[in-house]
């Protein structure tokens, strides 16, 4: 029968077996119990260093056609065919007076803009910071099966998690439509220097009817009520984005095409602040001893380890869109939702070793290790935002890329050194390290092809954003050990570790600074 010896016979056990080290794997029937608190400060960092997000295009389709008169697609070309009279043209009405008039030369409308394709109204969203805090608590179980073989089991417990963004915008003005501008805006004052729409200047000798026909191009063209007026181009709001989007089908508060909505509303609405708590990805896994002796035994300088693992994506993912569930705002409670895990079974594969050699009674050690990290194909819940979709009619969103969305997060390669010495023979111990990571890019299986190569980045798509990613992340930890029968406080063996990470490098990922304090006692079942 399994009884769990005392502390005591513990401590015996320890002093021959155990140093206070961060094994790799533990004699038979030893378990190691891991407790650690850490509080993380993390910022994104894109490609270049550039803080948060890269500015990304965005647009409302179909907005442009709110430009032209009836969303006829041709009510913006050939303005200089329509005729003012039964037979006169603008063109010709205008070449009439310029081939009297010496000083001002109006424009005389045949020059088109626009083609037949939809006025390009948009701009880009930046991101100037994108952070994450999080208060998480780890619990590690550890335990020797066999001299050779310890079984591994890792719990994060989120106390808080919280993301915030600051969202910005920076307008543009398509060329063709900025050239339109001017244009008419030019030649509409043409017109006024002219004494246009009141009465043309008596130093220009026409007759009455042309006098005529050029107050009725102006009053078509640059009156408010003209039938052909281009005022809604030339003297409205050309960023609505910021202060102005009017119509029902983009503004997702109203049901009124009076109404309207700005680019800051609706990034507040879709993508504000968001908060969770709760179980983390559960990992376990099998740790081998594969060559040399651990340095517990003693009995040679080195040693070299294989491993396998499995995460459970026990974590929160995004739920099921519902209109119907909504906050105290309005806002659907899907837009809140922070995800903590993957999602994915993953399936973890390391090979990994120490050196270790006694330098004037303290202890150096060399620690290496190497991992590859499987990530299976899954599906999600469609998140509904209008970034990507350029949509903020939610059925639409959901019909154009589907309820459910399939995604495989790219394979993960880990690399690390670490280097420790003991400052007091088997008290006190520091130690330095580094970890590199590499993950592949990201792959995404939905409705919309556009949608899925918009999400995984790396093209010209979704300039500078990438789901490939890189860090470097520099460790340093103080170790006070309590494991030593001759020189121990206390009757339990225990290990406290202050540890803190810093990122070196940082690629299309989460730069964190991590503070951790650890707790680490053994015992022994037979």
Known sequence: ?????????????????????????????????????????????????????????????????????????DSLISLNEHLVNTDDRVDDIIQTFNDISEDIQLYDFNR???????????????????????????????????????????????????????WGWEGT????????????????????DLGIPEDLSNSYDISEDLKSELNKIYEIFYTADGRKSVLRLVENEIDPFKSSITGAQFNP????????????????????????????????????????????????????????????????????FNPDKVDGTGRPKQFSELQLGNGVTALHFSLFGELYKTIQSRELKINWATELKINPEAKFWQRVTPRGTYSVQHDSILSQIGEVYRFRRGDEFFGSLVGSLELIPRKLRISVGQ???????????????????????????????????????????????????????GSTPFEVELSATVPVLTKHAWSAIKVRLSFVTYFQLW
């Open 1 to 73: 029968m399994k009884t769990v010896k005392s502390a005591a016979t513990v401590c015996v056990f320890l002093a021959t077996q155990l140093c206070g080290q961060a094994y790799f794997t533990l004699p038979k029937n030893v378990w190691r119990i891991s407790v650690v608190k850490e509080a993380a400060s993390a910022n994104w960092n894109s490609a270049g260093g550039k803080k948060g997000l890269p500015d990304e295009y965005f647009t409302l389709d179909g907005y442009g056609l709110k430009y032209y008169e009836q969303l006829n697609l």
């Open 112 to 166: 088109s803009f626009f083609n037949r394709d939809s006025l390009n109204v948009g701009g880009f969203i930046t991101n100037t910071k994108r952070s994450l805090q999080s208060q998480l608590t780890k619990i590690r179980f550890e335990y020797g099966i066999t001299e050779r073989v310890t079984l591994t089991l890792g719990i994060p417990n989120y106390a808080s998690a919280t993301q915030e963004n600051q």
């Open 173 to 192: 003005i398509d060329d063709s439509l900025n050239a339109f501008i001017k244009y008419h805006t030019e030649n509409k004052q043409k017109f006024n």
């Open 253 to 320: 508060f109203s049901n009124s095409d009076n109404d309207t909505t700005n680019i800051d509303s609706l990034m507040i609405f879709y993508h504000p602040n968001r908060s969770t708590s709760g179980l983390g990805d559960i990992r376990w896994g099998l740790n081998f001893h594969l060559l040399g002796s651990p340095v517990w035994a003693g009995e040679s300088l080195f040693s070299i380890y294989g491993g396998i693992g499995m995460t459970i994506p026990t974590a929160k993912l995004i739920s099921k």
């Open 435 to 489: 970890t590199w990571y590499l993950k592949i890019r990201d792959s995404y299986y939905s409705k919309n092809e556009r949608w899925n190569e918009w999400m995984a980045g790396g093209t010209d798509l979704r300039k500078n954003y990438d789901t490939q990613s890189v860090m470097i992340i520099q460790d340093i930890a103080l170790i006070l050990q309590n494991t030593d029968p001759m020189n121990q406080f």
